[in-house]
């Protein structure tokens, strides 16, 4: 009996972790979308100094 009680999660504290876990992967995702483009641009600014020489 003890042990139905620990693992109960009321669909208040459900609905954080979930938050918790989605705000989690969307900002990982964001994350990297921007060091993607961080990259690209890193990248076409050098290609386009030794262009210029």
């Known amino acids: ?9 009321d669909p208040g504290t459900a609905m954080i972790i ?6 989690v ?3 990982i ?3 990297f979308k921007k060091l993607r483009k961080k990259f690209i641009s890193f ?6 100094r030794f262009k210029k020489s």
């Open 18 to 23: 979930l938050q918790l876990i989605v705000s």
């Open 43 to 48: 990248f076409k600014n050098l290609k386009n």
């Open 29 to 31: 995702a964001i994350f």
């Open 25 to 27: 992967f969307a900002g």
């Open 1 to 9: 009996m003890l042990s139905y009680i620990i693992f109960y999660l």
